[in-house]
Structure formats: C-alpha cells, structure tokens
C-alpha cells in the first residue's frame, strides 16, 4: 500500500466525524445570505480568477423540515439545499431552467450542451515520471504532478493490492473495513484505522459488482450471488442468475440482481430461515443490464441494449421503457426529482416525470469521452456534486444542477467504481487495481494549502 506522508493519521478517521464541520456549516449559511450569483457566471462567461462572487446557484430557503443524518449522502433529504434524492415525481419544484447554468444556456426544454460551446483549452496530463518517482523538472514540469485538479478536495491515500480493475467497492455499517471487489477474482478488506490490507478472499469468479445494505455485503459473480453478514460472518450463496452479475441494488425490502442475459432477478430475506429467498424475475431487457437504482417507488435499469427500464416496485411490472441513449447505458441515478443516465453515447441524460408520470430527457449534457458511471453526494457545505467516469481514465465532478466543474480525478486506467463514505471521504476504484481515498475540504482550509 502507497500512503502518503500524514494520510495514515487521515485514513484513521474514516468513519469518524469531520472536525469543526458543525461551525462550518454555521458560518458557511452566514455568508450564503450576504454573498451574490455572479452574473457573467450565469451568462456563460465569467473570466475572473478568483472571482468575488459565486459560480452556483445559492440554495432556497429552508422550508422548515428537519435535516436527516447519515453523512451527507445521495439517499439524505436536505431541506436547506436544492437537493433531495428519492426519485422523479412530477409534483417536485421546477429546477429545469437551471441545468447546464455554467456553461450559458438557458431557459427550459430539451437543451444539448457541446464542449464545442467552451473556448478549447489544453487537456492536463498527468507525468509519466512522476508516477514512477523520478521527475526531475519538479515544479517546473509541464504535466500535473498529482492525481487531481480542483481546491475542494484532496488524496488521502492510495491502496494497493488488486492485480485487475475494481469493480465494487463497499463500506458496511458498524464494520471497521473497507470492501473492494476486483475482477482479479478477490474482495479485499482493508483495516479502516491503520489502512493495511488485513484479509484477501478468493472466489474462484471475477466480481462484477459489490454493494453494502447495513451490515450485509453483497458481491455479483458468474452465476452467483454472495451475501456476507459482517456481524457474525456468516456467508450465504444466491444462486440463479445466468452469466456474470453486472449490478445489484436494494428497494422495498427486496435485493435485486441485473445479469448478462438481460433478466433483474429479486429475493427476499426471510428471517425465520435466514436465507434470501427467491421473489421475482423481471424480463425485458434483451441484453444484459449493467446499472440499477431505486427512486420514487420505482426500479431503473439500464443494459447494453441501450434502453433504461422503468419497474414499479410494487407490482414489478415494468411501466415505461426509455430510448434516448444510442448505445450502452452504463449509469443511471436519482438525483430530486430527476433520474440521470450516462453512456457510452458521451451523454448524460437528465429525465423528468411529465404530468403523465412519464419520463422525457429535460436537458442533456454532452462528453467528449463515453460515461462509464456516475456517483452522487454532498460536499461539506450540503451542495450536491456529481462525479462522472469517463473512458479517458478521468473522473468530472460538477455541480449541480449547473454543471459547473468543480474539478478532475486521473487515474493509471479507467475508474470504474466510486463510493461514498462517512465524515466527508469518497473512494475511487481504476482499472490498474488502484483504490484511492478522498476527502472533501472545507472552503476555507483548501483555499489556505
């Protein structure tokens, strides 16, 4: 394992409360009521570095709810910010004239946002030689020395072990390690407190995906699920997917599984028997289905077939099917009352429920690489940031709804899982085996490094 000097003692608070973050937040709401939305920012063409004013749009006013806990995650309701995360329902407030608000357009409607919109500029790299320790220009180098751009968050440590790409990485609830899941055929656990790999367990299959619900770990491989108890460490094996399970999410007390024959299978945890028993098969999609999220009552499934699945959780019937994307839908997630989608199209797709209760794409972000997935959370100011994969081993963290860039993740390959953690850490998993930890930093302790 590569740590860096000092990240030891960092990592060591994984799980822990953010220092200070309650004053922050005090005084962060303070200056949101005298601060001011730049109106060259809005207009697309703001040229000021550092500007005085702000490039986000400010929140609305709490409506008197109550916040809930549990680290400032896509699944939190936040009642002082513009962001709520339980899916698309037509009778949320109208945000749409705000998507895209950084780069100039606006107005409502079905918008298309090119890069081509922007004046070019030179794309970083990130040195060769650095990499391998022997740069010798330092501070001088052309090319970035650090896997990252941006002033709002930085690299905390570097976890070394998987031999092939992560593919899922999981953080279990009362459980101090990390998951990661690796097509090397091997989940590791890694000692949340010293950061050192303390257990390698082989499957004999490569892990397509891996998901924590509480403190039970699911893990997708050929043919097979398995599902870890992490309390007393126990171990049950879900059989009847055909092929390698591609996604998994949990909803309405079920646990569903997308496979490489294009079926959702879905069991149910029985308590008396302590097994997973099986509930439903869910058909339609003809290939196989790659990403999942629950939202508004509602399973989303996306599949190489280039379509998204739209299920009602009660019924398991599926209600709408969506064909905007021209090629694999990699990721799909919540975000207020809109569902968003990535491809290998280089879109994202923003959809919103018409009075109908059908989903149509409100607005569509363009990239200049295919999508590979998409994660959700919150900053330490509550602002909801989007982070995008894409196959230029580059991760984008943009704010939304704006899609103002906040910054950029390199990596060796491409970064194909992302998680959130607790106290302001996300963790990023690439195709070199690499699993790095993030933390997000107060405004005020980046803008002083």
Known sequence: MDVDSGSKRVFQRLGGPVENSKNHHHNNNNNNQIQKVC??????????????????????????????????????????SSSSFSGPRSSRPNYNNTWGRAHGSGGGGNRTLTRNNKPTEKVPKVCNFWIQGNCGYGEKCRYLHSWSTGDNFSMVAQLEGHQKVVSGIALPSESNSLYTGSKDETVRLWDCTTGQCNAVIQLGGEVGCMINEGHWVFVGIPNAVKAWNTLNNSELSLSGPVGQVYAMVVGNDLLFAGTQDGSILAWKFNVVTNTFEPAASLKGHTLGVVSLVVGANRLYSGSMDCSIRVWNLETLQCVQTLKEHSSVVMSVLCWDQFLLSCSLDKTIKVWVATESGNLEVTYTHNEDHGLLTLCGMHDLESKPILLCSCNDNTVHLYDLPSFSERGKIYAKQEVRAIQMGPGGLFFTGDGAGQVKVWRWLAESTATTR
Do not use: I, Q, T, V
């Open 39 to 80: 109106y060259h920012w809005r207009a697309g063409n703001c040229n000021r570095h550092p500007c005085p004013f702000l490039h986000r749009e400010l929140p609305p006013p709490p409506n008197g709810s109550s916040k809930r806990g549990g680290g400032g995650g896509f699944s939190d309701d936040y009642s002082s």
